[in-house]
């Protein structure tokens, strides 16, 4: 029954910052890959940012230089700090986790928050 909870999203005019939390309900284990998508409004979802315990965060083309992706792994939290906004930043936002450790069992099965919505307007 673990679960993501997300906050943090909201209303902001453009060029201004917003910060979203996504935390899982257990941290008795260790998440491999956590990740930030969204989806505007008749549009696909896309990947905005991930980060792995492994490797180097990746961004999409459009936020880099604007969103910072990091964990926090003692709380099991991701966080999505989001600069100078743009109206076509609007989106729900979902956060996204994937491959669980649990002591020397892993296994791989997806998790995906609640959403949290994003409006940047004009």
């Known amino acids: 029954q673990v679960q993501l909870v997300e906050s943090g999203g909201g209303l902001v005019q453009t060029g201004g910052s917003l910060k979203l939390s996504c935390a899982a309900s257990?941290?008795?284990?260790?998440?491999?890959?956590l990740g930030w998508y969204r989806q505007a409004p008749g549009k696909q979802r896309e990947l905005v940012a991930a980060i792995s315990s492994d490797v180097t965060p990746n961004y999409a083309d459009s936020v880099k230089g604007r969103f910072t992706i990091s964990r926090d792994n003692a709380k099991n939290t991701v966080y999505l700090q989001m600069n100078s906004l743009k109206p076509e930043d609007t989106a729900v936002y979902y956060c996204?986790?994937?491959?669980?450790?649990?002591?020397?069992?892993?296994?791989?099965?997806?998790?995906w928050g609640q959403g949290a919505l994003v409006t940047v307007s004009s």
């Open positions: 996204n986790a994937g491959g669980f450790q649990v002591g020397e069992r892993y296994r791989y099965f997806e998790l």
């Open positions: 257990e941290s008795t284990f260790n998440i491999k890959h």
